[in-house]
């Protein structure tokens, strides 16, 4: 198959405003082979770091197993979660090799029309573009729960997303208004759990990407893209709204520490950050809507941690409530932001695991307990064993 690779490389300078250092070549390879090809480009690139630095890499890979029980504890998905439906929503359809100048794509993604070979190759070589002008991105390897990897990703989608809309209005006859290219959605193709919430993270990434991207651009022109293609957001917050970055673009999370709340018997195994984007994901389907809303917008900074009993045993597809803790902080604009938080978690405790009140601010159903408390402009809610610990967990959580 012919691919207008220089065609479409010689438009976009109009378009993005940067010019190629070298155009790249394009191959078209199946799934399988990008999934290798985008694992070997990343083992090249850690063979090349300091050995002190290769080892602390290799430990993230540990915490990303542990990372996977928190989305099943938290109730977003069904214990041992099928792939398949995750892969229905989310594929891998190109990787930029920028050591070979090459691209590579899905043969299934490419179709026949040229209309969209030329529009999947407008976004395939803005990467390539965006890479060879202001660099790569700042976390091409990191732990888990690190929302300003998130913010950079969207950051990085949303510009080949909005040059690629561009494109097409200016040189395949698109009518369509730029705004409407950005209210892409990505509607799981089951109604499960996990393709839903796959769907929303792809919706994040690219669609509140992109719309952040065009933000900027009417602000201040692709100049201030890549100013935040040098230097992007550090929150998700910044992403979902765009007058955060760059002077509000700050995360202040809570300090409270429950250590001595779980005691010698429970060991913290992973920390990161509640940022914007999971409080929404948390709260957007159990609703209230307009409570679910304001603790978004009205979002500081928050924290995540999960707990261990010592000695347990934890099946990361199914963990279990007895010998595994979570520990969400947050904090708000404000404190009358404990309403509208109070309402969402209550919400969610009911609609998620039937819980029912336990007394004292805490709830309880067959398989665990929660407990939540706020403290002027910061919230705790922890899910455990126990309304007892999980309330006095909460209690020292929630601590400005």
Same mark, same amino acid.
């Given at each position: ?80 979660p099928a792939k398949s439906q ?75 997303v909005l040059s690629q809309a ?40 690219? /669609?509140?990407?992109? %719309?952040? $991207?065009? +933000? ?6 692709? #100049?201030?893209? !890549?100013? =935040? ?88 597809? /199914?963990?279990?409530? %007895?010998? $595994?803790? +979570? ?6 604009? #404000?404190?009358? !932001?404990? =309403? ?61």
């Amino acid at each position: 198959m012919h691919l207008p690779v220089q065609k479409v490389a010689s438009r976009l300078p109009a378009i993005r405003g940067l010019h190629f250092k070298r155009v790249p070549s394009v191959s078209l390879v199946s799934k399988l082979k990008l999934t290798l090809l985008s694992a070997e480009q990343l083992a090249a690139k850690l063979r090349r770091l300091p050995a002190a630095q290769r080892a602390h890499i290799r430990g993230f890979e540990q915490q990303a197993r542990i990372a996977t029980e928190l989305p099943v504890l938290l109730g977003l998905v069904p214990p041992h979660p099928a792939k398949s439906q995750v892969q229905q929503v989310a594929q891998l359809e190109g990787v930029y090799d920028d050591a070979a100048n090459r691209i590579y794509l899905v043969k299934d993604t490419v179709g026949k029309d040229p209309v969209e070979i030329q529009t999947v190759l407008a976004h395939e070589l803005t990467h390539a573009l965006d890479e060879q002008n202001v660099g790569p991105d700042h976390f091409q390897f990191h732990p888990p729960l690190v929302e300003a990897a998130d913010a950079e990703h969207a950051v990085r989608e949303g510009s080949a997303v909005l040059s690629q809309a561009r494109y097409g209005i200016r040189y395949l006859g698109a009518f369509r208004p730029v705004s409407l290219y950005l209210q892409t959605t990505y509607p799981p193709p089951s109604g499960s759990r996990l393709a839903r919430l796959a769907g929303e993270e792809l919706e994040f990434i690219y /669609a509140s990407g992109a %719309r952040f $991207v065009q +933000a900027l651009y009417r602000r201040g022109g692709w #100049g201030l893209v !890549d100013r =935040a293609l040098r230097n992007p957001p550090r929150t998700t917050a910044s992403i979902l709204y765009p007058r955060r970055w760059p002077a509000h673009d700050v995360s202040v999370p809570p300090t409270g520490d429950p250590t001595a709340a779980f005691g010698a018997g429970w060991t913290r195994v992973l920390a990161g950050d509640m940022d914007a984007f999971s409080t929404e994901e948390l709260f957007s389907s159990t609703g209230p809507p307009s409570a679910a809303k304001k603790v978004v917008r009205d979002w500081i900074g928050g924290r995540v941690a999960l707990w261990h009993r010592r000695g347990a045993k934890v099946d990361p597809g /199914a963990p279990d409530h %007895r010998a $595994v803790a +979570a520990v969400l902080q947050w904090r708000w604009r #404000g404190t009358s !932001d404990s =309403a509208a938080a109070k309402a969402a978690i209550v919400t969610y405790l009911v609609r998620t695991f039937h819980a029912t009140p336990a007394g004292g601010g805490t709830w309880r159903w067959p398989a665990g307990a929660a407990a939540f408390v706020s403290s002027g402009a910061t919230t705790a809610l922890v899910l455990g064993p126990t309304p007892a610990l999980a309330r006095a967990a909460a209690e020292a959580a929630a601590r400005p």
